[in-house]
């Protein structure tokens, strides 16, 4: 039988799915995974003092501070993403001043490329400086912040993933927000069905596929965008020119883990169509769907969808 939970954590709606044949062991299965997703959010948080990434982002131009393995692991395959996406994906991209780019209704126009350029200076993934011996993790320059909000939903539902498949969950979904993870099969033996949300019509689908034992993440720029001139300008903003990504609506990832999947998405909207199917298209088992501005849908090789 199948059990469900929708919560808040992180920010966002998280649904938890699962099937067991017992209801207080779903529930008791349920609420592990729970406690581990609220574990990662106060470990990664930009928004308690309490948090590591609060103490590495304070101490930024001043000293190392020691972290846990598992945040000293996820940073250091951050900056693997960072290195292969060629800075498209950058966790030091919290330097950006929020009121430069507010994305609200007062935003009429868009600001000076020197400016932008400017705002985008502290971020470098090479400036985050990691000590494997010590553990620990050192921000180079004065003012730079990490954050995790490229990362953290998909690494969450991995992690929760994993607890559920501890404690003898063999078929479940973890939603976080459109990043989800999918094991096993439905009540029916079938493969779960997976809708990509409609970038025109948040509640609609676009398409949908049938997935086991594989994640899928997806950046749009549906819930926060602006339009100056006419032109669309997605809250994706490229951390090498400091300026609003156009042209794409939505991209969806396709890859075994959820962290991989929801690190993809954003770089892959930053390179642009052509370079990110070409990026994508090199990389073994990720596949990957873009919906442009006009609705035009282009695929990876490995995809074949209607």
């Not at 938890?16 to 997703?37: G, R, W």
């Not at 003012?143 to 969450?156: L, P, V």
């Amino acid at each position: 039988m199948r059990y469900k939970k929708n919560l808040k954590l992180m920010g966002n709606r998280f649904e938890i799915s699962i099937l067991a044949n017992d209801e207080n062991v779903a529930n008791s299965c349920i609420d592990l995974a729970v406690a581990e997703i609220s574990r990662i959010e106060k470990l990664l948080t930009t928004f308690s003092n309490n948090s590591v990434t609060f103490q590495i982002n304070e101490n930024a131009g001043i000293q190392p501070v020691v972290v846990p393995k598992k945040v000293f692991d996820l940073i250091f395959r951050c900056q693997m993403i960072s290195k292969m996406t060629q800075g498209a994906f950058d966790i030091s991209y919290g330097s950006i001043d929020k009121k430069f780019w507010n994305f609200d209704l007062n935003m009429t126009s868009l600001p000076d490329k020197d400016l932008a350029k400017k705002a985008v200076e502290l971020i470098n993934y090479e400036n985050i400086i990691l000590n494997d011996k010590e553990q620990t993790v050192f921000l180079k320059n004065k003012g730079m912040r990490i954050g995790f909000g490229g990362i953290g939903k998909g690494y969450a539902a991995e992690c929760a993933k994993k607890i559920l498949q501890q404690n003898g969950i063999e078929s479940g979904i973890v939603n976080a927000a459109g990043d989800l993870t999918a094991w096993g099969y439905q009540e029916n033996g079938e493969a779960w069905t997976i809708g990509i949300a409609d970038p025109n019509k948040k509640e609609s689908i676009f398409s949908t596929f049938n997935i086991t034992n594989t994640s899928v993440a997806t950046s749009g720029n549906y819930e926060k965008f602006v339009i100056i001139d006419g032109k669309k300008y997605s809250h994706t903003i490229d951390p090498k020119t400091g300026y609003p990504i156009s042209g794409i609506k939505s991209v969806t990832i396709i890859a075994e883990n959820a962290e991989i999947a929801d690190a993809l998405a954003t770089p892959v909207t930053v390179m642009g169509i052509d370079v990110g199917l070409n990026f994508i298209n090199q990389i073994p088992n990720i596949g990957c769907i873009i919906i442009d501005d006009y609705d035009k849908m282009y695929s990876s090789k490995n995809i074949n969808i209607n």
